[in-house]
């Protein structure tokens, strides 16, 4: 079982920056593919970025590519979700997800991911 504690959302004004930390339990977090998740309201759960259990290969969606960086640091449990030239349809609640494999590749769909934090708010001023 992992648990999974998301922090560093709140309001920033169109253009600024945040950064999402996910902190997780357990001795085996550097076995997982972790995965980044927004949910804005009246839509469904779309997917951010994905990284692998080395950090070496990293996913992201379209609308975000090239602003967001997902990272993570393995000896502190954590990884992360940098946040650039932020737009008000950044605008979700944002979650980090586990996924304990085995599986090829990095999931893009909830359903690939095992264990979720029960997310941040992030709410981007226009």
């Known amino acids: 079982q992992v648990q999974l504690v998301e922090s560093g959302g709140g309001l920033v004004a169109a253009g600024g920056s945040l950064r999402l930390s996910c902190a997780a339990s357990?001795?085996?977090?550097?076995?997982?593919?972790m995965g980044w998740f927004r949910q804005a309201p009246g839509k469904e759960r779309e997917f951010v970025a994905a990284?692998?259990?080395?950090?070496?290969?990293?996913s992201y969606a379209d609308s975000v590519k090239g602003r967001f960086t997902i990272s993570r640091d393995n000896a502190k449990n954590t990884v992360y979700l940098q946040m650039n030239s932020l737009l008000p349809e950044d605008t979700a609640v944002y979650s980090c997800?586990?996924?304990?494999?085995?599986?090829?590749?990095?999931?893009?769909?909830?359903?690939?991911?095992?264990?979720w934090g029960q997310g941040t708010q992030v709410t981007v001023s226009s």
């Open positions: 357990g001795r085996t977090f550097s076995s997982y593919v």
């Open positions: 997800a586990a996924d304990r494999g085995p599986r090829n590749g990095l999931g893009r769909l909830p359903n690939e991911y095992d264990y």
């Open positions: 990284i692998s259990a080395s950090g070496f290969v990293t």
